[in-house]
């Protein structure tokens, strides 16, 4: 059994790189705001792209703590620091994504905001996965 359905109403036009909607049923796994510092809380990159790579295995370990996997996200949320510069690094966040989630594209909301709570962070990501039972 599939993990969750994608939702696309007909006569949509589908989305690229995300989904408008997810229907799960499983046990549900939520993550923190997960930001892209190592397991000493250091930051190693400084770009919208280096911290990306770093959010997704830090996501995708905490997800493994309860069994799940890439396959199971249904939902990420996105804030990042500056917009032009999420905008500038889509290739390099995109080929990232792909090697470490594949192909599966959640309900997804990008948000710019001011600042984020760890001052070298330039982006933090909230993830929902649905793990089928």
Same mark, same amino acid.
């Given at each position: 059994m599939s993990a969750h359905t994608t939702l696309l109403p007909p006569g949509w036009p589908r989305p690229k790189g995300y989904a408008n909607g997810i229907a799960a049923t499983g046990t549900l796994v939520f993550t923190a705001g997960v930001v892209g510092w190592d397991v000493q809380e250091k930051f190693a990159a400084d770009t919208v792209a280096g911290q990306f790579r770093q959010v997704l295995e830090n996501t995708l370990a905490i997800l493994a703590e309860a069994g799940a996997g890439p396959e199971h996200i249904v939902r990420m949320t996105w804030y990042v620091t500056d917009r032009d510069a999420y905008v500038a690094s889509l290739a390099q966040i995109g080929a990232h994504y792909r090697e470490l989630v594949g192909k599966n594209y959640p /309900?997804? #909301? *990008? *948000?710019? %905001?001011?600042?984020? %709570?760890?001052? /070298? #962070?330039l982006i933090e990501i909230e993830t929902t996965a649905v793990v089928p039972l």
């Open positions: /309900a997804m #909301a *990008v *948000v710019e %905001v001011s600042r984020l %709570v760890e001052p /070298a #962070a």
